[in-house]
């Protein structure tokens, strides 16, 4: 997946240099995902857009993260499922 790509995919909001360095590691997630389909690949991308905000933020605030564990609701049965 080039650069270009990736940002035509996740959206403008993210950026030339930040779609240059995600392309190669998005390439290979998609490999092993096996999400090698045109639909698996857009299911897994849009996803990825989401949560991200179209690649802004690689890193979840821990803190939020905890608000969520042991919610078995969520499916969380796990330490560190949150």
Same mark, same amino acid.
């Given at each position: 997946? =080039?650069?270009?790509? /990736?940002?035509?995919? $996740?959206?403008? &909001?993210?950026?030339?240099?930040?779609?240059? #360095?995600? #392309?190669?590691?998005? %390439?290979? =997630? &998609? $490999? &092993?995902? !096996?999400? &090698? =389909? /045109? %639909?698996?690949?857009? *299911? +897994?991308? *849009?996803? $990825?857009?989401?949560?991200?905000?179209?690649?802004?933020? +690689? =890193?979840?605030?821990?803190?939020?993260?905890? *608000?969520?564990?042991?919610? %078995?609701?969520?499916?969380? %049965?796990? +330490?560190? !499922?949150?």
């Amino acid at each position: 997946m =080039t650069p270009e790509q /990736v940002r035509q995919i $996740v959206g403008p &909001l993210c950026s030339e240099e930040r779609a240059a #360095a995600c #392309a190669p590691a998005l %390439t290979e =997630t &998609l $490999v &092993l995902a !096996d999400a &090698l =389909t /045109v %639909t698996r690949a857009a *299911a +897994l991308m *849009a996803q $990825v857009a989401w949560e991200s905000g179209q690649l802004r933020f +690689l =890193t979840e605030d821990e803190e939020k993260g905890r *608000a969520y564990e042991g919610r %078995t609701s969520l499916g969380n %049965t796990h +330490l560190g !499922d949150g």
